[in-house]
């Protein structure tokens, strides 16, 4: 999943309906994740979001390698 974080003012129109949508959004619970592992393939898995973890996910996603 990727958010996006947008540059507004804050208490614009924009602001509100970009924090509406996010918030229309939940995320999955560890249950859903855990039965998403078992039930998909996945050509990679990046643990940690650091430096390293971001850019390993960019470099795959760039070379159209399915990640989650």
Same mark, same amino acid.
Not at 25 to 51: M, S, W
């Given at each position: 999943?990727?958010?996006? /974080?947008?540059?507004?003012?804050?208490? =614009?129109?924009?602001?509100?309906? %970009?924090?509406?949508?996010? $918030? $229309? !959004?939940p995320l999955? !619970?560890? $249950?859903?994740?855990? /039965? %998403?592992?078992?039930?998909?393939?996945?050509?990679?898995?990046?643990?940690?979001?650091?430096? !390293?973890?971001?850019?390993?996910?960019?470099?795959?996603? =760039?070379?159209?390698?399915?990640?989650?």
């Amino acid at each position: 999943m990727v958010v996006w /974080q947008l540059k507004v003012p804050a208490g =614009s129109v924009m602001a509100l309906e %970009a924090q509406q949508r996010l $918030a $229309a !959004t939940p995320l999955p !619970t560890r $249950a859903a994740q855990l /039965q %998403a592992l078992q039930e998909k393939h996945f050509d990679i898995l990046v643990i940690g979001g650091g430096a !390293t973890g971001c850019g390993v996910a960019l470099d795959a996603a =760039s070379r159209g390698i399915w990640q989650w």
